[in-house]
Structure formats: C-alpha cells, structure tokens
C-alpha cells in the first residue's frame, strides 16, 4: 500500500482543517511526517503530540525542505500573501504541492507559481474544495460532452454573515494589503472564492478560453469597518463570450447555501453547496441529482494522491485557477477603491454576544440583481456607486492601494 509523505506548512487557523482532513487518512492513504509552524507556543500541545507520533517539527519551513526530501508532497495552509512565495520555494526545492486558497492574490504571483511548476515538472493543486463534490465533477463531466449545449451565462450568488471577531482573529482579516504584501482579503478572495472559481471553471470547461475574462466591471463595498470588502457584485465577460456574474456579501442576516445558475443553449442549471444539481431541459426533460454527504476537504487530499500514484485527473490544478485570480483582479481594478456603504443603510445587532453588522435588504437587492443580471449602481439602491469596465487583454501586472 502506498502512502503518501505529507509535509505540513502551517497548522493554526485554516491548518487545524487540514490536520483534521490528514487525520482521518493517516495510516490508511497519507503518512504525516513533518509540520512547520512559525508560533510554537501557540501551538505547543498539538505539535508535542504530533511529535510523540514521530511528526518532525520545524520553526522554519525553508529547513523542512531542505531537510524532508522524501516528501510526496507540501500542504501550504498559511495566511494569504505567503501563499506563493512558499509554493514556489517548494516547487524549486523538487516538491509537489497541495495549496490552499486563495493560490495567489495577484496575476504576477499566480503567473511564477505556473511558471515554476512547468520549469520544475512538479505538480500544484489548489485547495478549492468545492471543486470536488460528486455533483459539480458530474456537471462538469456533462458541459464537456456539449450535453447542455454551449454555455451562454453563468450566475453566482453567495450570501453570508461574519461577526465582528472575524476580522480581528489575525492581523490581515479584512485588509488589502500588509507589510507591504498583498492580501486582498474579502468575499472575493476568501470564504466566497469557491463560488467565482466554480464559476469560471464552468466555463472554461464548456470550450478553452471559456473561463479567461476578457472585460471585467465591478462595484465593491463595505459594510463593516474594514479595508477590503465584504460585498461585491462583478461581471465578467470572457474570451469566448460567456457573461460571468458574481454576487457576494458577509453581511447577510443569515447564512444562506450559495449557488450557481448556468444558462445554457439546451438547458438551464441549478448547482449548490449542498452537492446538488437540478437540470431543466429545453425538450421538457429534467433530471436531479445529489452527490450526498461529501468531506470536500478529505476528498481534495484523495484527488492529489490518486492524481500522484495512478495519474488520476487532478480536479483543481493551479493553473486553471489563473482565471479566478485574473477575474478577482480585474475587479478591483474596475472598482478601483471599496466603497462605505453609509451608516442610515446599516444595520448592527448583537446575537449571542457576537456583533454582527448587516446591509439592510441586501437579499433582496443582490436576488433582483442576480434575476436581472445588473449591478447594483444600475438599481435603485441609494448606495450603488458606478465604475468602469476594464479590459484584461495582455494583463501582467496588478498594481493597486500600495503606497
């Protein structure tokens, strides 16, 4: 039975799931033999167990590269904008890469992760765990057979809510950039990223190029107090035509299950989080199906060792992720600052001792939005504020908010 070697770069925060999603393979598909984190005293009572276990420990991860050559791959769970620098280091140090998400927050830093991977011959797989349920990899199987017809329109809409203490958990929760670094941090780039790669790797399926942007125009706001946003409304036009849309906020009353629309020549599509779909055929026909209870994250690990050992395809390579950093860019770029939503349309409560900040009526705004396929400036929402569309032709270089 092979077992894959697994190296661990960072364990608190998103690395704790990690740990878990090793855990429950350890022994039977993975073998954990190394961890890195920078915060031992933190972390001390996992790491000294670990150890008792035989898992080595390092402070630094540069000296577990140098050290664990006989890794099958690196796990890199660390705050945002350590993302490719780390995944580049391990990809020239001869190792094969699991990274979390977002990849990479600019085009430029996605752009050497690629070129890295292809100057080394080593593989790099993004954590986008949504990726992985039976019902998207079924739908995706569907739109490459041309069973739904050429897709014409794409719609997400994801609306949640974070407390106050969700900003405050680390020193780049809600910023654009820090130390220097770009972090980008918000619906976009964090908890709703799955929702726009899913999106765009949709489209890309449907025929090549289907999922690069090629105009982008978004307005982006904020209704906590924070740099980035928490709100955002894009659209995207692609290289082969396909209008892209994205709703977003963290600052809905509710937690809701985020979805997505296709509409296509011989079918519409209905997928969400719950690993369904539902498929109305033009003809009459419709069909159903659910993918059941999935661990996302556990099944990620299971694609990259199947992808390592049998040649399996790899569901989310990094490289197909350049799309979602392209678009993500590129909407910044058309908003070109995040802008406050006034205080009058804001609402605060404290529920359970958490403070939790909302939009008033953003469901309903963002479910008209959606419906319509309009941004928010083209409503009647007092607090819509107009932008421009950029175009993302030959784009090589992000370069926004940095003093």
């Avoid at 058309?334 to 469901?363: A, C, L, M, Q, W």
């Amino acid at each position: 039975m092979n077992l894959a070697g697994i190296g661990l770069i960072g364990i608190s925060g998103f690395g704790s799931i990690h740990l878990r999603s090793i855990s429950l393979l350890e022994g039977k598909k993975v073998n954990l033999k190394a961890i890195a984190e920078v915060n031992y005293e933190k972390n001390k009572d996992i790491i000294n167990k670990l150890s008792l276990n035989g898992v080595k420990y390092y402070k630094d991860y540069r000296q577990m590269l140098n050290e664990m050559k006989d890794l099958d791959f690196v796990v890199i769970s660390t705050p945002i904008h350590f993302h490719a620098q780390m995944a580049i280091d391990a990809i020239k140090q001869g190792f094969n890469v699991l990274l979390e998400k977002p990849p990479a927050v600019t085009i430029q830093d996605i752009d050497a992760i690629i070129e890295a991977k292809r100057n080394y011959n080593k593989i790099c797989a993004v954590d986008f765990q949504n990726t992985s349920g039976k019902a998207f990899r079924k739908l995706i199987e569907y739109i490459n057979s041309g069973k739904l017809g050429k897709i014409k329109t794409i719609i997400g809409v994801g609306c949640w809510k974070r407390d106050d203490s969700y900003y405050q958990r680390n020193n780049w929760a809600g910023k654009l950039v820090v130390n220097n670094n770009y972090v980008l941090d918000g619906s976009i780039n964090n908890p709703l990223a799955h929702l726009l790669n899913n999106e765009l790797i949709i489209a890309e399926s449907s025929e090549k190029g289907g999922g690069e942007p090629k105009e982008v125009i978004s307005e982006l706001y904020h209704g906590h107090k924070i740099e980035g946003e928490d709100t955002a409304c894009v659209k995207i036009v692609t290289t082969k035509g396909i209008e892209v849309y994205y709703y977003s906020t963290l600052c809905n009353k509710r937690e809701e299950l985020p979805y997505i629309i296709v509409e296509a020549e011989k079918a519409n599509v209905y997928w969400n989080y719950d690993n369904k779909f539902r498929i109305k055929y033009f003809d009459g026909n419709e069909e159903v199906y659910d993918g059941g209870k999935e661990d996302l994250f556990v099944k990620i690990y299971e694609n990259m060792i199947e992808h390592l050992f049998k040649g399996k395809e790899l569901y989310c390579p990094v490289e197909i992720t350049r799309n979602f950093v392209l678009a993500s860019n590129g909407a910044f770029e058309s908003s070109k600052e995040i802008f406050d939503i006034p205080d009058e349309f804001i609402e605060v409560n404290i529920e359970d001792g958490k403070k939790f900040t909302y939009i008033k009526n953003i469901r309903e705004i963002i479910e008209y939005a959606s419906e319509n396929k309009k941004l928010f400036s083209e409503m009647n929402v007092n607090w819509g504020r107009k932008t421009e569309k950029v175009n993302m032709k030959n784009y090589e270089k992000f370069d926004l908010f940095k003093k």
